[in-house]
């Protein structure tokens, strides 16, 4: 039997902690991802991986206080998925996220200048334009660097983000001088995960 609780997360289209990693061959129809529509069957890559994108949530009991993080999906290419979710994560959040209070706190115009993964010691080096920086507050700060850090650990051959400014090593980060080091984590952000981090069904995922 579902309970309240149950219900109501199949409602809002989430799940936990199940990994995203199905691929839709070419000329299958892939599913539409919260509005965003994969374009006609001929411009379909060989496949499509489904990854998540994650973002700052407005959560319904918290509200204009986005205090924790949550999880879209998107389709990419295979080849290059960890570009691709970055590249998807800085376009923003689509309307069905919006509608549940998804937000992002990544400043409009900032730029991916590349992506690159350390396979011996599985550190993502994310390379952003200037713009990734401007803005301070500590909890918008904490959640700009968590998005980024989420949706890049998501891959089993990262477990840690470094950061570059226009191919700069960059730490401390950001106005309050976060600390990155040997790279950050998802254990650095136990202040904004949620106790169960739902990543699947994503919203307005079928059902």
């Known amino acids: 039997m579902m309970t309240g609780v149950s219900r109501t997360l199949m409602a809002l289209g989430f799940a936990g ?14 599913a539409d991802v919260g509005g965003e529509a994969i374009a006609a069957r001929k411009e ?6 489904l990854v998540n994108v994650y973002w700052a949530w407005d959560m319904p009991t918290h509200p204009n206080s986005p205090e924790r993080i949550a999880a879209g999906a998107r389709w990419v ?38 992506v690159s993964i350390n396979n011996n010691n599985n550190v993502a080096t994310v390379d952003l334009s200037p713009e990734f920086e401007s803005g301070c507050g500590a909890l918008t700060e ?3 660097l968590g998005q980024v850090v989420f949706t890049l650990t998501q891959f089993p ?9 226009d191919g700069v090593p960059t730490d401390p980060i950001m106005c309050h001088g976060t600390h ?21 069904p994503y919203p307005n995922a079928p059902v």
Do not use: C, H, Q, W
């Open 44 to 49: 379909v890559p060989t496949t499509k991986k």
């Open 157 to 165: 051959n990262v477990d840690r983000v470094k950061f570059e400014i």
């Open 77 to 114: 290419d295979p080849v290059t998925p960890a570009t691709g979710a970055m590249t998807k994560l800085l376009n923003g959040p689509n309307a069905a996220e919006t509608n549940l209070g998804m937000l992002t706190t990544i400043p409009a115009g900032t730029i991916l200048n590349g």
């Open 17 to 30: 902690m199940l990994a995203i990693g199905g691929s839709v061959a070419a000329g299958a129809e892939p």
């Open 142 to 144: 904490v959640m700009r």
């Open 180 to 200: 990155v080091g040997a790279g950050l984590d998802r254990n650095d952000f136990t202040s904004v995960r949620s106790l169960v981090m739902v990543e699947y």
